[in-house]
């Protein structure tokens, strides 16, 4: 029994520690765009449904967008300056741990067995890394202005609320990217 809990403490930290983890962003723009015109945007519904998604958490991704960019003061316009859309990659990350360390029997200096108790062993972990871009796309050029990148690690956690925090954290710090400094863009 105690042996399992020396060994399964490890896997709880490893679990904590990547469900803790933190989103690596990354941004890239056009400098000739005039972010400072746009005040409207709407969402791109044709390279939304192309997101390969669950439909609910496409919906959490969308809200979390509106709510990011309502905070900034852009409004939701069906004659919007910009267009927003998503899409989404993952890939399956498999973690591999080795826990050797102690003491173990063997022949020492003299004849006689020494050594003495000790642990080890290999974990294997798994955990979903998933990256989500947010596009612009302005609506009178028709040309992509500016994309977020967002890249961590993704629980599938039956927890609601923990998801949708999640999904929130991702779009706030890759949208806190957006627009980019004014003096980036001249």
């Not at 105690?2 to 469900?19: G, H, Y």
């Not at 609506?139 to 629980?155: A, D, H, I």
């Amino acid at each position: 029994m105690k042996k399992f809990k020396l060994l399964a403490l490890p896997a709880l930290i490893i679990l904590f520690m990547s469900s803790c983890s933190s989103v690596r962003v990354l941004a890239d723009y056009d400098r000739e765009a005039d972010f400072g015109t746009y005040k409207s945007y709407a969402f791109y519904k044709t390279g939304i449904d192309k997101a390969q998604v669950s439909d609910l958490d496409k919906k959490r991704i969308l809200k979390a967008i509106e709510s990011e960019l309502g905070s900034r003061g852009f409004v939701k316009s069906r004659q919007p300056d910009i267009l927003i859309s998503i899409f989404t990659k993952e890939r399956e990350r498999v973690n591999v741990y080795n826990n050797n360390w102690g003491w173990g029997w063997g022949w020492g200096w003299n004849p006689w067995l020494w050594g003495g108790p000790g642990w080890g062993g290999s974990n294997v972990t798994t955990s979903t890394e998933g990256s989500l871009y947010i596009d612009v796309i302005d609506t009178r050029t028709k040309e992509l202005v500016w994309q977020g990148r967002g890249v961590g690690t993704l629980s599938n956690t039956g927890n609601i609320d923990r998801k949708e925090k999640r999904i929130r954290k991702f779009v706030s710090q890759i949208l806190d990217e957006y627009p980019p400094d004014a003096i980036a863009s001249n």
